[in-house]
């Protein structure tokens, strides 16, 4: 059974192709309601027929104090860029959308009763979501799910990645463990978007993250996206002699020093991943000071234009930083301790918000020890690579 989906879509499609008036409208939507039951949707009546619209709940997994996945890339930074895709595709599509990812949290447990607190604070959602990347050695797409209410529109969503991505098709699988999805009370589901740690699958999800949220939404609704405020499909990189907007933060605009929101926060995420510190406020979606500081450190270390302004070839050039070759950067091969001094200790002091010297004096120490402590590590002050990995 495929509750409130199926019967729901059912009833929207009638409402679309029978409503001749605002009256009709809310005639046929009152029988979908009592015939189909989509005590979820609600209604918006426009001059000369009628939207039947819905409420989703949309969140990444993990943050940068509780990191997801690890491997040729981060989990935590790449479901943000899905995640944001997804949110701009639904939005565009006239429907009303929350953004309930925790940034905020420092334990595992805080990060998902966080999340679930969010969304619960919510009525009358229609749907819940939780973007993850998969992680130990696979390959492919896969969505889960805590019961069979949602089959439908796991099954659709799934489908539409592995059409986009190319990527195996894993399945829909029934857990009802997985606490996000045990939790809320509307219906969820969890979708593995590829693997961190396979490199074909963190190759392409990282660079196609429009794609992929432009697929979940879609397989959400059931329906092609055309709405023309919809986002337009990601320019290809060739070369630009000039900056422009970089396609992999879904922007139609450089960003600057004034700029706000959440393409400004992944690329404060993705600044603080690749070691350049953006203030003691972190990523706040507010380009400012510090950030313009860590952009032209980047740039700067870069080799590129510095200007402090985020564009086609700083994008490419925070991407190759986070990367190293594709997203985390190596440990170094040796510890890192009071009296090293270089490019990796200025590394950690960016990460770190500390005034950058490249030199491990008792500041960076006692810094080091206070990360150790709020990430349960070994709290002894030095580098090596459980702090680095952890950090970066």
């Known amino acids: 059974m495929e509750q409130p989906f199926s019967r729901g879509f059912l009833a929207e499609a009638a409402a679309f192709s029978l409503c001749a008036s605002p009256g009709m409208c809310v005639f046929f939507y009152i029988i979908g309601v009592l015939t189909f039951g989509i005590p979820r949707m609600c209604i918006h009546i426009r001059e000369g027929g009628c939207l039947i619209m819905a409420k989703y709940s949309i969140h990444a997994g993990h943050n940068s104090f509780v990191p997801g996945a690890q491997g040729f890339i981060k989990e935590e930074v790449v479901n943000r860029q899905i995640k944001n895709a997804v949110i701009n595709d639904l939005r565009a599509a006239g429907h009303t959308v929350y953004d309930d990812t925790d940034d905020q949290a420092k334990t595992q447990n805080e990060n998902l009763a966080a999340i679930v607190r969010k969304i619960n604070s919510h009525t009358n959602l229609s749907l819940v979501v939780s973007i993850h990347l998969n992680a130990g050695g696979g390959t492919g797409i896969e969505v889960y799910q805590p019961d069979i209410r949602t089959n439908g529109v796991a099954q659709r969503v799934l489908n539409a990645v592995c059409a986009v991505t190319g990527l195996k098709n894993r399945g829909v699988h029934t857990n009802s463990s997985l606490y996000v999805l045990r939790n809320t009370t509307a219906p969820a589901i969890l979708v ?20 992929i949220g432009r697929a979940i939404a879609e397989g959400i ?46 690329v404060q995420q993705n600044l603080i991943h690749a070691g350049y510190s953006v203030g003691s406020a972190g990523a706040d979606g507010v380009f400012g000071v510090a950030t313009e500081a860590a952009v032209r450190a980047l740039q700067r270390d870069s080799g590129i234009t510095v200007d402090g302004i985020v564009g086609l070839q700083t994008q490419i050039a ?62 002894d002050g030095i580098v090596g690579p459980e702090t680095w990995n952890t950090l970066f």
């Open 221 to 266: 609704l059931g329906s092609t996206i055309t709405s023309k405020k919809s986002r337009a499909a990601s320019p290809k990189v060739a070369s630009p002699k000039k900056e422009a907007a970089p396609s992999s933060v879904q922007t139609a605009s450089l960003l600057r020093r004034g700029s706000r929101g959440s393409t400004v926060k992944v």
């Open 318 to 379: 925070l991407s190759q930083a986070l990367r190293g070759g594709l997203a985390v950067v190596p440990y170094p091969g040796h510890i890192i301790k009071r009296g090293s001094r270089g490019r990796d200790v200025e590394r950690i002091q960016r990460a770190l918000s500390l005034s950058v010297d490249g030199v491990f004096g008792p500041a960076t120490k006692k810094a080091v020890k206070a990360y150790q402590r709020r990430h349960n590590l070994s709290v």
């Open 192 to 211: 593995e978007c590829g693997f961190v740690d396979h490199q074909s699958d963190a190759t392409f999800v990282s660079t196609h993250t429009d794609a």
